[in-house]
């Protein structure tokens, strides 16, 4: 009985480990999304100046996990399409 105890500790430390490293990359998604706000805005002053319509819409992550590999797929796509 007393292994089954054990292989609960340790489950529990995995679990720690896994929350830990979920927190940093929550952390560095949200750095990512700010960083990618502030090209949108860049891009939409920039066709202000230009008298172009730059909406910047693909630079947009969207909330869900997993929108920078959405991104980066959107965009391997289209090049190969192209």
């Known amino acids: ?3 089954e105890g054990n292989a609960g500790q ?3 430390r995995g679990e720690q480990q896994e929350n ?3 927190e940093g990359d929550r952390i560095e998604r949200s750095n990512q999304g700010e960083m990618m706000e502030k090209q949108v805005e ?3 002053q920039e066709g202000e100046m ?3 319509d730059r909406s ?3 630079f947009i992550p ?3 996990d997993g929108w920078w590999d959405g991104h980066l797929l959107s965009t391997k796509s289209q090049q190969g399409s192209q």
């Open 20 to 22: 830990e490293l979920e």
């Open 62 to 64: 969207t909330v869900h």
């Open 56 to 58: 910047c819409q693909s």
């Open 50 to 52: 230009t008298g172009e």
């Open 1 to 3: 009985m007393e292994r």
């Open 42 to 44: 860049g891009c939409q």
């Open 10 to 12: 340790e489950e529990q």
